[in-house]
T-cell receptor, first 111, second 117 residues
Framework: GQQVMQIPQYQHVQEGEDFTTYCNSS?????IQWYKQRPGGHPVFLIQ?????EVKKQKRLTFQFGEAKKNSSLHITATQTTDVGTYFC???????????FGSGTRLQVQP | GAVVSQHPSWVICKSGTSVKIECRSL??????MFWYRQFPKQSLMLMAT?????????EQGVEKDKFLINHASLTLSTLTVTSAHPEDSSFYIC?????????????FGNGTRLTVT
């Protein structure tokens, strides 16, 4: 079945440093979505990428979808303590209604 | 924005009892809802896809007689954990799509933390 992996599993940065998480799927994806889950909370939708090679920005966050539509990345510039949480990518496959979530990257930001 | 309400937020029950968790889409209709399970510091594992007016579709390895899903209306899906055991203790989260398209983002409920003693 479809598998979605993320690296790193955990990252601890100093406030102001950049952060990147990478997402890789075993199969080609129809779309990829990114979610953020704060400690004790539920996942919250951040963005969706559909097109091959697509790049989207949300303030300090930059999302990319690979040319082969099998990988994606999330880059945060100049992290802040409010960025703390676990970031999940979630892939949609052809013919499958449900999303497959990646293993997640837990980000800790030290002030 | 779209809101999904999940109830209860947490529940403690004794081994052998059953627990029902409700998931409601408050301002949109959801023909499909998804139930996930999450262990501490782990990812969300899809348990089943709940289909309004028909049987749920369970993922491989998920016992359908253990985790009963009912989607009786366009705004309500329920998950019943039957004869709960301590190993069923987990965080259960439901989600729903606002639109019909497969690419529509998921809106998640706040989750239910189940502890079986």
């Amino acid at each position: 079945g479809q598998q979605v992996m993320q690296i790193p599993q955990y990252q601890h940065v100093q406030e102001g440093e950049d952060f990147t998480t990478y997402c890789n799927s075993s199969t080609t994806l129809s779309n990829i979505q990114w979610y953020k889950q704060r400690p004790g909370g539920h996942p919250v939708f951040l963005i969706q990428l559909v097109k091959s090679g697509e790049v989207k920005k949300q303030k300090r966050l930059t999302f990319q979808f690979g040319e082969a539509k099998k990988n994606s990345s999330l880059h945060i510039t100049a992290t802040q303590t409010t960025d703390v949480g676990t970031y999940f990518c979630a892939g949609g496959g052809a013919g499958r209604r449900a999303l497959t979530f990646g293993s997640g990257t837990r980000l800790q930001v030290q002030p | 924005g779209a809101v999904v309400s999940q109830h209860p937020s947490w529940v403690i029950c004794k081994s052998g009892t059953s627990v029902k968790i409700e998931c409601r889409s408050l301002d949109f209709q959801a023909t499909t809802m998804f139930w996930y399970r999450q262990f501490p510091k782990q990812s969300l594992m899809l348990m089943a896809t709940s289909n309004e007016g028909s049987k749920a579709t369970y993922e491989q390895g998920v016992e359908k007689d253990k985790f009963l899903i009912n989607h009786a209306s366009l705004t309500l899906s329920t998950l019943t954990v039957t004869s709960a055991h301590p190993e069923d203790s987990s965080f259960y989260i439901c989600s729903a799509r606002e639109g019909q398209g497969r690419n529509s983002p998921l809106h998640f409920g706040n989750g239910t933390r189940l502890t079986v003693t």
